[in-house]
């Protein structure tokens, strides 16, 4: 676990508002590498942590594009067109993206489906870093399993 993220995990009001909110927040560096993430994203992607920090976020997610390249996410030749990526070098430059609506195409139980999101980032600092917050409203759950709340605690 690196340094920064155990410096995320502080429990205190910061966090508790963090896992307050209903929408995926993700926070990224500029390659849209996964630090953090709250529990409406937990819950989403059903996922153990150790398998999706310091990963790319359409890695994660499964962009259809991240398996185009070996490379994975960013590194196809349609991510430079990609909206969340967009977004993220949009707030690496200072600038807050406010709900860009858009479609991503994500592959769940080996078949693709083009989803229609808002995006939004806004760029801050944590110490000596800078990252952006990532959120994406009308994501679906990535996982064909039912729900579960102790599930979705876990994965924190």
Not at 55 to 76: F, I, K, N, W, Y
Not at 95 to 122: M, Y
Not at 135 to 146: A, M, N, T
Request: a positive charge; glycine letters at 6%; hydrophobic letters at 40%.
């Amino acid at each position: 676990m690196s340094t920064l993220h155990v410096q995320f995990l502080d429990h205190g009001l910061h966090r508790v508002v963090f896992d307050a909110m209903p929408l995926p927040v993700f926070v990224v560096d500029q390659d849209v590498t996964i630090v953090e993430y709250n529990t409406a994203a937990a819950r989403m992607m059903r996922t153990p942590k150790r398998r999706t920090i310091n990963r790319r976020a359409g890695d994660v997610l499964h962009c259809l594009h991240s398996t185009e390249s070996p490379g994975g996410c960013g590194c196809s030749r349609f991510c430079s067109n990609c909206l969340v990526r967009k977004a993220v070098q949009a707030a690496w430059k200072g600038k807050k993206v406010v709900r860009q609506c858009g479609a991503i195409e994500l592959v769940s139980d080996g078949k693709s489906r083009k989803i229609e999101v808002k995006v939004s980032t806004t760029p801050f600092k944590f110490h000596t870093h800078v990252f952006v917050l990532l959120v994406l409203e009308g994501l679906i759950d990535l996982s064909s399993r039912p729900p579960s709340a102790a599930r979705a605690r876990k994965n924190l």
